[in-house]
Each structure stands twice: as structure tokens, then as C-alpha cells.
Nanobody, 121 residues
Framework: VQLQASGGGSVQVGESLRLSCAAS????????MDWYRQAPGKQRELVAA???????TYADSVKGRFTISGDNAMFRAYLQMNSLKPEDTAVYYC????????????????WGQGTQVTVSS
């Protein structure tokens, strides 16, 4: 199982970025996709989450600015980030809660590699 995150970069305050996370491998089902971020010297925090049923959750700090979505049975998830602020600067990680094919029907978390987002004023 692999999660591939992409779309990070360096932008100015107020600009937008769209992160993507693609899941591949022996996957039976994806139950949820989450985006986390970790800024230097800080703990990793949940930014946004989407369930298989489409329910979304956002950190208060990004509500109204970020939108999480998924397609292809959640094998691909996106994080649209608008009105970016310097405090959004962090390494962003995607995490999938999924069931591996051919095994027990148990949801396990898998993490992708991080993608750097830098917002300059």
C-alpha cells in the first residue's frame, strides 16, 4: 500500500494551492482520508478529514478556507487551500484509514510522505 502526496510549493499570502493524495496497492476499501500538517517545532495536527460517506471535518484554523474532497472511491483525495496564511506553512501529510485486500476486514492507518507548503508574506 502506498500513499503519494503532491502539490505542495511556495506561495504568497492569499494565494491558493491544491494538494493531492493518491492511494495504490492491494486495497480493498478506503474508509477515510485525512490531511495533517506539522510545522517546525510543533506537533502534527489534523487539518481536514473526509469519510467514505462524504462527511468532512476541519480544524477551526482552516474552516472556510480549505476544502477536502475525494474521488474514485476515495483512492484519491484533495485539499484545496485558499487564502493561505504564513501560519499555514508546514509539511502536509495524508493519512488513509483503509482495509487491505485479502486479509481481515480491519481498518488500518497508512501515511503518505509529506509535501512542504510555504506561505510567505
Amino acid at each position: 500500500v502506498q500513499l503519494q502526496a503532491s502539490g505542495g510549493g511556495s506561495v504568497q499570502v492569499g494565494e491558493s494551492l491544491r494538494l493531492s493524495c493518491a492511494a495504490s496497492g492491494n486495497i480493498f476499501r478506503i474508509d477515510a482520508m485525512d490531511w495533517y500538517r506539522q510545522a517546525p517545532g510543533k506537533q502534527r495536527e489534523l487539518v481536514a478529514a473526509i469519510s467514505r460517506g462524504g462527511t468532512t471535518t476541519y480544524a477551526d484554523s482552516v474552516k472556510g478556507r480549505f476544502t477536502i474532497s475525494g474521488d474514485n472511491a476515495m483512492f484519491r483525495a484533495y485539499l484545496q487551500m485558499n487564502s493561505l496564511k504564513p501560519e499555514d506553512t508546514a509539511v502536509y501529510y495524508c493519512k488513509a484509514g483503509l482495509v487491505v485486500g485479502g486479509g481481515k476486514l480491519r481498518t488500518t492507518d497508512y501515511w503518505g510522505q509529506g509535501t512542504q507548503v510555504t506561505v510567505s508574506s
